[in-house]
């Protein structure tokens, strides 16, 4: 899958930049730029040249660095039914065009958590996916020009209220957009290239068990297919995230564990705690 460089946040706001061997601060790799957010607009491929090795501080541990949110996101686009097994699952008829919806940035919680639940839901699934992060603003771009308008990759775990999407399915926003209904994390992973995603695998896992899992392939709309598409409905702009869909979701109740796992990619997890 090539070079993996991952741009990563801390809690206390401080930009890294690593890989499996551990992190080093963002500006000691990349002189004058302290923020993940300002390194969006470069291509996925040139941050993945970005020299951790001769940055002139130590490597931390990825375990030792609890992180938060990787970079400020704007628009939260989702995709529903993206998964052929899903939709079967769901019986759903399969779209002809992709079931996008879109969240608020209200919505958005910190790796680890916690997922809240609402009190007014009785039954909230958590769901995990592939997250697609635009570098630089772009309109009618083409399926060829992936590359070059999207900065990096990102595991997310979306929630939906589904007693109250069943209830009408008009209540999509509602069900999708309570405090904490989107985790995303917990690194932005470059290069932003499709043969990086070729075998990779989306799981679902909810206290330690598999509920469900997929390869990229049997998604209905890849993403690159996904980003031309919206990119002709408005305007992408640095840090928007396309959430690609799930291969399926797990019920989830206070008290237990959720992680998204991207082969490739990363791992992300989240504490859910129920309604106070």
Do not use: Q
Not at 11 to 31: C, I, K, N, T, Y
Not at 71 to 100: C, Q, T, V
Not at 207 to 226: I, K, S
């Amino acid at each position: 899958m090539g070079t993996d460089r991952r741009f990563a946040r801390t809690v206390d706001g401080r930009s890294w930049v690593g890989d499996d061997a551990g992190f080093v601060p963002l500006e000691s790799a990349v002189p004058g730029v302290d923020d993940v957010t300002e390194v969006l607009s470069s291509r996925g491929d040139s941050l993945a040249d970005v020299d951790v090795d001769s940055a002139p501080a130590r490597r931390v541990p990825g375990e030792s660095l609890t992180f938060g949110a990787p970079f400020d996101p704007g628009k939260l686009w989702g995709i529903g039914l993206n998964y052929a097994d899903h939709a079967a699952d769901l019986s759903e008829m399969r779209p002809n065009a992709p079931a996008s919806f879109m969240k608020p940035r209200t919505a958005l919680t910190a790796p680890g958590g916690p997922i809240r639940l609402p009190a007014w839901s009785d039954r909230v699934t958590a769901e995990a996916e592939l997250g697609v992060v635009i570098g630089r603003a772009c309109s009618d771009v083409g399926r060829d020009e992936f590359g070059d308008v999207v900065a990096g990759f990102v595991p997310v775990i979306d929630m939906t209220c589904e007693d109250v999407l069943e209830e009408n399915p008009r209540f999509l926003t509602r069900a999708k957009s309570f405090d904490t209904a989107i985790v995303v994390g917990p690194w932005l992973s470059a290069p932003a290239t499709l043969d990086r995603l070729a075998d990779v695998t989306v799981r679902t896992v909810v206290e330690d068990e598999v509920v469900a899992e997929n390869d990229l392939d049997g998604m209905l709309f890849p993403p690159d297919e996904l980003v031309s598409f919206h990119s002709r409905v408005m305007t992408l702009e640095p840090g928007d995230l396309i959430s690609t869909g799930t291969p399926g979701a797990g019920v989830i109740e206070h008290g237990d564990h959720v992680r998204a796992e991207v082969d490739g990619i990363g791992v992300l997890e989240a504490d859910v705690v129920g309604p106070s």
